[in-house]
């Protein structure tokens, strides 16, 4: 993976361009509703690693990932700015599983609102060990 110092202008401009398509893809997705809800992963909770390198799956589905982020949800709405908020859906495994809620451009407070209604529904301070301490 090249960083920013390390890209030509042309490979800038392609990363542009792949930017553009997938906020049009998302604002397609997006169109008449006013959230998007998704899980946070595409695989069951990996555990972190203590020196902070946590890496998951690199397949998901028999599609080859990056092990680094290609099992996480979270990273196309991170790339195109929508935003988005993880709520705890529960445990798998012993490990926490988030639902992501992901709403339109700038509607940050809406993303709120809808992540507030369900941890109003789906209470996990009590579920989680040592939530709350």
């Known amino acids: 993976m090249l960083g920013a110092l390390d890209r030509s202008a042309m490979q800038a401009r392609a990363d542009e361009r792949l930017r553009s398509l997938v906020l049009d893809a998302v ?5 008449g509703v006013d959230v998007l809800v998704t899980p946070t992963l595409a695989v069951l909770p990996v555990a972190n690693r203590d020196d902070g390198t946590t890496t998951g799956p690199s397949e998901v589905g028999g599609v080859p990932v990056d092990p680094s982020i290609g099992w996480c949800l979270t990273y196309p709405f991170n790339f195109t700015g929508h935003p988005a908020a993880s709520v705890p859906a529960g445990l798998a ?3 926490p599983v988030g639902l992501q809620v992901v709403g339109q451009r700038h509607d940050d407070a809406g993303v709120l ?3 507030a209604a369900l941890e109003a ?3 996990w301070a009590t579920t989680y060990p040592g939530a709350g301490a």
């Open 93 to 95: 495994d012993g490990l």
């Open 121 to 123: 529904v789906l209470p």
């Open 27 to 31: 604002a397609d997705v997006l169109q």
């Open 113 to 115: 609102a809808v992540g």
